[in-house]
């Protein structure tokens, strides 16, 4: 089991900042790919950005320039620093995970999700 603990999320102005986070544990042996997707009432879900083992990152166009995504491999967690923020960033935000487990298997898991709301 994999359990994926998101914060950072809330109430915020257009223009202002906010960091979120998603910290993973238990049976992992290795995290691969780690990212963040979001969900606008009455839409799909959409990829904002993912970040390799390595620290590749790939960012949505809809953020580029203006979220940073990073990782901590030493304590299993993503985090993605939103600045600039408009309201269509308005969302229920994401974390998702690539795990390797101990067993060879490798699976995919997705955080409870946490709200951001951009007043403008």
């Known amino acids: 089991q994999v359990q994926l603990v998101e914060s950072g999320g809330g109430l915020v102005q257009a223009g202002g900042s906010l960091r979120l986070s998603c910290a993973a544990s238990g049976d992992i042996f290795r995290i691969n790919a780690m990212g963040w997707y979001r969900q606008a009432p009455g839409k799909q879900r959409e990829l904002v950005a993912t970040i390799t083992l390595g620290g590749s990152t790939d960012y949505a166009d809809f953020v580029k320039g203006r979220f940073t995504l990073s990782r901590d491999n030493a304590k299993n967690t993503v985090y993605l620093q939103m600045n600039s923020l408009k309201p269509e960033d308005t969302a229920v935000y994401y974390c998702?995970?690539?795990?390797?487990?101990?067993?060879?298997?490798?699976?995919?898991?997705w955080g409870q999700g946490t709200q951001v709301t951009v007043s403008s």
């Open positions: 998702n995970v690539d795990v390797l487990g101990p067993t060879a298997v490798v699976y995919n898991r």
